[in-house]
């Protein structure tokens, strides 16, 4: 419904231009990032999960971090996606905007509400996405270009599909992300499900329920989720470690 109601209005324009870092936070430490977009919530710009709060955790030990869980918004624009955490009172620790653009909402150490049971042990991105096709004009009426449509995808043993994939822009920001995430926090280079799901049961409910420890998507801890349906987590790190 907010989608909907976002696509007949004009976009929210941030006042001033965003001052872009060339790091993430995690417990007041800060780690470079190999990004040239990346704006933090205390900058100009930037969005906050805490609007008006910033605590110094230098020095205290660090929240135990396992799992770094993969979102799409079902949002026009990474300002929308704020907007509506606000309103439902969750939070994610980054979002990654149609251009690319990463914001840090909060720092790493904090505990964000956004996927359940896991949130103790998590980090989250959301990366927008509207998910379904009848906006696929929309993007382009406001100048991203058209997105990838996936044609199909399977989920939970189902297939589904069409619906709008990631801008590439938005991927390449996203594995950085995961690369800059894996130097500040330890999370491994590994993933329980392929992007079809092809495994046994017991991978997902260790990641439900906090016995894994790597990069997920929102669906590999809840069987009532699609988001990254299609996200096929496995080759993108395979191409991060070669990289390197």
């Known amino acids: 419904v907010w989608t909907e109601r976002q696509s007949k209005i004009d976009e929210f324009k941030p006042s001033g ?4 870092s060339d790091y993430i ?5 800060f780690y470079p990032i190999e990004w040239d977009k990346v704006v933090l919530w205390s900058e100009e710009g930037g969005l906050s999960a805490r ?6 955790y230098s020095g205290r030990a660090e929240r135990s971090t396992k799992l770094f869980v993969n979102h799409w918004d079902a949002c026009l624009s990474s300002h929308s996606c704020q907007r509506v955490l606000d309103r439902r009172n969750l939070s994610v620790h980054f979002l990654i ?11 790493m150490q904090h505990g964000a509400w956004h996927a359940g049971n896991i949130n103790r042990k998590a980090i989250g991105v959301e990366i927008s996405n509207a998910f379904y096709t009848k906006y696929q004009d929309t993007y382009i009426e406001r100048g991203h270009g058209p997105r990838p449509i996936i044609e199909s995808a399977a ?5 589904i599909g069409p619906f ?3 801008y590439p822009i938005q991927i390449t920001a996203l594995k950085t992300l995961w690369k800059a995430v894996h130097i500040a926090t330890g999370i491994p280079y590994q993933t329980p499900l392929d992007q079809c799901g092809k495994t046994s049961t017991k991978y ?12 997920i998507s929102h669906y590999h801890v809840s069987k009532n989720k699609q988001d990254c349906a299609g996200l096929d987590i496995e080759s993108l790190i395979q191409e991060i470690v070669d990289s390197d």
Do not use: C, M, W
Request: glycine share 14%; proline share 4%.
């Open 17 to 20: 231009d965003p001052y872009y």
């Open 25 to 29: 936070v995690f417990n007041s430490r």
């Open 51 to 56: 609007p008006g709060t910033y605590y110094n």
């Open 97 to 107: 905007d149609n251009d690319g653009t990463i914001y840090q909402t909060l720092d």
């Open 155 to 159: 989920i939970h043993g189902n297939e």
């Open 164 to 166: 709008l994939g990631f």
């Open 204 to 215: 997902e409910q260790d990641a439900a329920y906090g016995k894994f420890t790597g990069f």
